[in-house]
């Protein structure tokens, strides 16, 4: 799994980066997002069973449809997040934000910062820099999913 770092100022135009990224990376394997939100707390939607059971202690609550499950899970760390994705099968992991981590980074705008890879990039610019962003390594013994066709990140 790849991971590609997005930072910036805030305004500064991740979000939207980001949204047009993710096709195109799409298009060459399985893509996980995380976004680190700051000093804002994501709000559950109140009075559903799945808000119920994450309120009442669950570590992990996870609401199920005919397309897709979303999931509230008692942990802010980023280095777990990064396994469940790797374990999950993901090949491109975009993390938004997340300042302080030293991964090889997009960089938006004209934050100082150390780790740049490339700044203010089109998508087809980082597509053909993706060689030069961090692969996950896992811990020890731990095995992403099997992948027909994917995992060539």
């Known amino acids: 799994m790849r991971i590609i770092q997005v930072v910036g100022s805030s305004n500064s135009g991740k979000t939207t980066l980001i949204r047009e990224l993710v096709p195109a990376l799409s298009v060459k394997g399985r893509v996980g997002v995380i976004k680190h939100l700051g000093d804002h707390l994501y ?22 449809d005919a397309e897709k499950s979303v999931a509230a899970i008692r942990t802010t760390s980023l280095d777990r997040i990064l396994l469940l994705l790797y374990t999950e099968g993901i090949d491109f992991a975009v993390i938004e934000g997340f300042k302080t981590r030293p991964f090889p980074r997009v960089v938006i705008g004209d934050l100082a910062t150390e780790n740049c890879v490339i700044r203010n990039p089109s998508v087809t610019d980082i597509i053909a820099s993706l060689e030069k962003f961090s692969l996950y ?13 994917a995992g060539q990140a």
């Open 43 to 64: 709000d559950l939607s109140p009075g559903k069973d799945t808000t119920e059971f994450f309120s009442s202690g669950a570590s992990i609550s996870v609401g199920m």
């Open 137 to 149: 390594i896992p811990p020890a013994g731990i095995r992403g999913q099997d992948k027909k066709g």
